[in-house]
């Protein structure tokens, strides 16, 4: 499961916006396949910023001067140029109740995209944990960046977490700043249960079965060659872009030794949030938490 180098993507066709999304008023989202440098087909969808709606409704709107998007809408509280790509934890997609949970919050600070990584969703492929899955977050800004957007910030969650730290490292990264919430710090790791619980997840065939239909996640048989970088190796090579390290103190899956190691390694050019009573990944951040990413996601790329 070695990995490619990352950042290209195909030109990718347009499908219309699933039903269980809303689309906005200021410009329609888009869903569409995107293809990987490897050629895996990745479900992705983009929600332009500034609105948010609820069964059909606008619960949220910003309204400022200056600021429109493309069609001359007012728009303003929102960055304009600035798109954050959300990368979800292993066993999430795109449509995820926790995961559209997190764009609507992060649309009232600029566009969103979102997508499945392989093996989840109706992305094609199948899931590597981690490894090749740079190759999809790789596509997912590329993607950002054909749309226009002229900043970009990778949000990663758990697995996505560490995606969005190896993407970031490559030379091909391209992204202004980077978060990662829940993500480890090492390989491998084993010392709590639900660890344990995902490695036999992964590394056995029944596990693989319930993996694909129980929680609808088809996992790779074959185990990494090479064995990829590993998130604390690479945090040193993000430098200098800005890096938010976030951690619940009530994480069952990795304690805080994980993002205190990343801290460490990221030194001046990153942040650590140790958040109390917080537990694992999304389903754990609560609102006021995303709200405070966003407003750091603007304040260093925005």
């Not at 400022?64 to 999430?92: M, P």
């Not at 969703?121 to 957007?149: C, K, M, Q, Y």
């Amino acid at each position: 499961m070695g990995t490619d180098a990352a950042g290209h993507v195909a030109r990718s066709t347009i499908r219309p916006y699933s039903e269980t999304l809303n689309v906005t008023r200021d410009g329609a989202p888009m869903r569409t396949f995107l293809h990987t440098a490897d050629g895996v087909a990745i479900d992705s969808v983009y929600e332009p910023g500034g609105v948010v709606y609820d069964s059909g409704k606008v619960v949220y709107e910003r309204v400022d001067e200056g600021a429109r998007n493309g069609s001359g809408n007012t728009l303003s509280g929102v960055s304009q140029g600035l798109v954050l790509v959300i990368a979800h934890g292993f066993t999430g997609d795109a449509d995820r109740c926790h995961v559209r949970r997190v764009a609507r919050v992060f649309s009232r600070y600029g566009a969103v995209v979102t997508f499945s990584f392989r093996g989840h969703g109706r992305s094609g492929g199948r899931s590597t944990v981690g490894d090749r899955e740079v190759l999809d977050l790789a596509a997912a800004v590329a993607w950002a960046r054909e749309l226009g957007h002229t900043r970009v910030v990778t949000v990663g969650f758990s697995m996505g977490g560490s995606v969005a730290l190896r993407h970031a490292a490559l030379d091909a990264g391209g992204v202004d700043a980077v978060v990662s919430v829940s993500a480890p710090a090492r390989w491998f790791y084993r010392g709590t249960a639900p660890m344990r619980r995902l490695h036999w997840l992964v590394t056995r065939p029944f596990g693989r079965l319930v993996g694909r239909y129980g929680l609808r996640t088809r996992i790779h048989h074959r185990q990494w060659d090479p064995v990829p970088l590993s998130p604390v190796e690479a945090v040193p090579r993000i430098a200098p872009t800005p890096l938010l390290v976030v951690h619940g103190d009530q994480d069952a899956y990795f304690p805080l030794d994980h993002p205190r190691m990343l801290a460490d390694a990221a030194g001046e050019h990153g942040e650590l949030w140790v958040e109390h009573g917080m537990g694992h990944a999304e389903n754990a951040a609560p609102e006021p938490l995303l709200r405070r990413i966003g407003d750091w996601a603007v304040a260093r790329a925005g």
